[in-house]
């Protein structure tokens, strides 16, 4: 089966940096990779999918990219609502396996 | 609006069994995958695995293969996550999920989530 990684595990950034987070496959995936936002005591929330689409209602600062292995997660601007872990996931086919996480906090 | 509603709390010994449940509504609950996540207190997200309610496909991840029974009934728009013996590893809170379409009817990933089911298992 196909593994998930992502790097860093955490970061640490000041409000109004950019940052970028990489989520990489074992193998070539095709796009259908999505990102998932979760804050503290909250319910997972659907950022990205398809590599690159932005969900409807999410904030334009966050954007998606990739192909094959390696795919990343930037936020141009990072804004105190930001903390948070973010995941990847790969789900075109089964397993849908997610990443360990990457969590995000204001310096 | 598309709502998935799950089951409450359970807190449960180990070796007994527990089936939970995930109710949808605002949406063909027959016509979109339902997936299964597992979250253990401070850890990540663990996809289970999922199940189709139209036909009741359903697809494992090799971690909880054999480990839990997913089913869905269709007619009442719910889908279930099912132990016969439970473990004390088995506490975690437990996630349902749909798998999304677009306009095109490509997937979109879990667009949509229930609340979770905490579940204890303690002696």
Redesign the interface.
């Known amino acids: 089966?196909i593994q998930m990684t992502q790097s860093p595990s955490s970061l640490s950034a000041s409000v109004g940096d950019r940052v970028t987070f990489t989520c990489r496959a074992s193998q070539g995936i095709s796009n259908?990779l999505?990102w998932?936002q979760?804050k503290p005591g909250q319910?997972?929330?659907?950022l990205i999918?398809?590599t690159s689409?932005l969900?409807s209602g999410v904030p334009s600062r966050f954007s998606g990219s990739g192909s094959g292995t390696d795919f990343t997660l930037t936020i141009s601007s990072l804004q105190p609502e930001d903390v948070a872990?973010y995941?990847c996931?790969k789900?075109d086919s089964?397993?849908?396996?997610?990443?360990?996480?990457t969590k995000v906090d204001i310096k | 609006e598309v709502q998935l509603v799950q089951s409450g709390a359970e807190v449960k010994k180990p070796g007994e069994s527990l089936k939970i449940s995930c109710k949808g509504s605002g949406y063909r609950f027959s016509s979109h995958w339902i997936g299964w996540v597992r979250q253990v207190p401070g850890k990540g997200l663990e996809w289970m695995g999922n199940i189709y309610p139209g036909d009741s496909d359903t697809r494992y991840s090799p971690s909880f293969q054999g480990q839990v029974t997913i089913s869905a009934d269709k007619s009442i728009s719910t889908a279930y996550l099912q132990w016969s013996s439970l473990k004390a590893s088995d506490s975690a809170m437990y996630y349902c999920a749909r798998l999304g379409r677009d306009a095109y009817n490509d997937p979109v990933g879990l667009d949509d989530w229930g609340q979770g089911t905490q579940v204890t298992v303690s002696p």
Request: overall charge neutral; proline content about 12%; cysteine-free.
């Open positions: 089966d259908y999505a998932f979760q319910v997972p929330k659907l999918y398809a689409t969900q872990t995941y996931q789900y089964a397993p849908h396996t997610f990443g360990p996480g």
